[in-house]
């Protein structure tokens, strides 16, 4: 697969991963953390805000590597 294919359907991915991730993170916020303290608040809001990029590392690393020819 050329650089720029995937490029463009790590793309799309990453576009998903982050809404996908976005909204179940809110949904598992008004859950669970809607009533806790505004410090646990904190550390989930930071903790899910940040959780997005361990999944997205090896797409990236996937769309930088160079063509075989």
Do not use: F, N
């Not at 009533?35 to 769309?63: D, F, K, N, R």
């Amino acid at each position: 697969m050329q650089m720029r294919v995937r490029k463009l359907v790590g793309t799309v991915a990453l576009i998903a991963l982050v809404t996908v991730w976005a909204l179940l993170a809110m949904a598992l916020a008004q859950a669970t953390v809607a009533t806790a303290h505004p410090w646990m608040q904190a550390v989930y809001y930071i903790l899910a805000g940040m959780g997005w990029v361990l999944p997205a590392m090896p797409l990236i690393s996937w769309m930088a590597r160079p063509d075989r020819e």
